[in-house]
């Protein structure tokens, strides 16, 4: 009787061993699978963030650099026979047309054929609108410019080889960010050799130049 029990006994003893055994193997093998699904996830999300920022292209940099300039403001003065004269606020890159049409657009008797509406505006522009027949000598006055802020500039043009960053925001579309791009590409490549040349600096594709290709040049 003590064999049989002796037996049985040990037969427990050993099922019990074989049932822990499985438990402990079965509850590694699940912490290795949550384990490797974790570190899957996370590669995934690595992957996919990587490929977001990789992924912008030049024409939606641009659109970005786009909206940080549109950010900015200038003011102007509009007088003479519009609806509302006074000071405006207006975004860079506005002509004269959206300044009219702030100010309520034109009074009538006003003399628009000697106004170019097509004019960029400019921080301190003042803008004078005459009735027919009067006589103005400055119909769009521009901003007194300091002899200390020609440099970099030829014949009124900003020259993109020798201009500052700051006398690179004075271009059309062109912010802080842009205008220390081209100085970097500048120090980096050597001079611009064309004005089409400037569509190489990050950023600045043909919508950016053809805004501002006529307020440029690269001659010494």
């Known amino acids: 009787m003590k064999e049989i029990w002796s037996v049985h006994k040990m037969k ?18 699940l912490n290795e699978s949550k384990s490797d699904s974790s570190m899957q996830q996370i590669s995934f999300i690595e ?7 990789g992924g912008n292209s030049s024409e939606e940099i641009e659109e970005l650099e786009e909206v940080e300039v549109a950010a900015q403001e200038v003011l102007i003065d509009i007088k003479g026979h519009v609806m509302q004269p006074g000071v ?8 004269i047309i959206d300044a009219v049409e702030k100010a309520g657009g034109f009074m009538e008797g006003a003399d628009s054929d000697k106004v170019n509406l097509a004019a960029l505006l400019a921080d301190e522009m003042v803008i004078i609108v005459p009735k027919e027949g009067e006589v103005i000598d400055e119909v769009v006055q521009q901003p007194v410019t300091n002899e200390n802020d020609l440099t970099g500039n030829s014949g009124g043009l900003v020259n993109i080889n020798t201009a500052s960053v700051d ?5 059309t579309g062109i912010g802080p ?9 500048r120090n980096e490549n050597g ?7 400037i569509m190489q600096v990050t950023g ?5 130049f053809e805004k501002l290709r006529n307020e440029i040049t690269v001659a010494n």
Not at 12 to 29: A, D, E, K, N, R
């Open 12 to 29: 427990v003893l050993v099922s019990i061993s074989v049932l822990t055994l499985i438990s402990v193997l079965g509850w590694s093998s």
């Open 47 to 53: 992957e996919v963030q990587g490929e977001e920022v």
């Open 88 to 95: 405006y606020r207006m975004k860079i890159g506005d002509r």
């Open 167 to 171: 006398e690179l925001t004075s271009l």
């Open 177 to 185: 960010s842009k205008a220390k791009a081209i100085v970097d590409y």
């Open 191 to 197: 001079l611009f050799k064309k004005e089409e040349d």
């Open 204 to 208: 600045i594709g043909q919508k950016s």
